[in-house]
């Protein structure tokens, strides 16, 4: 199991930054893939950023040189830095983990974290 707890949200400015933080807890080694999603009101959770083990990072096009996730050197928690942000930004954010058990793979969710962007 791997619990997820997302911080760092709340109001900002367009043209505003915000850095949310993922925590995660439990069987942590498992863990192969941490993503941040996003849900605005009446639309689908879509894949905002990604980081693997290996450190490879997949963005979104909408956030590609605005948005930048990283990690310490523990690998936990993870960061979502969010630069020269816009309303449309605005969504509940989740951090997703994918941990392997041998062939079986796991999904795990946090409970989010709302960023609102609005003047």
């Known amino acids: 199991q791997v619990q997820l707890v997302e911080s760092g949200g709340g109001l900002v400015q367009p043209g505003g930054s915000l850095r949310l933080s993922c925590a995660a807890s439990g069987s942590i080694f498992s863990i192969t893939i941490i993503g941040w999603y996003r849900q605005a009101p009446g639309k689908e959770r879509q894949l905002v950023a990604s980081?693997?083990?290996?450190?490879?990072?997949n963005y979104a096009h909408s956030v590609n040189g605005r948005f930048t996730i990283s990690r310490d050197n523990a690998k936990n928690p993870v960061y979502l830095q969010m630069n020269s942000l816009k309303p449309e930004d605005t969504a509940v954010y989740y951090c997703n983990a994918v941990s392997r058990h041998g062939p079986a793979l796991n999904y795990y969710w946090g409970k989010g974290t709302l960023v609102t962007v609005s003047s």
């Open positions: 980081i693997t083990n290996d450190g490879n990072r």
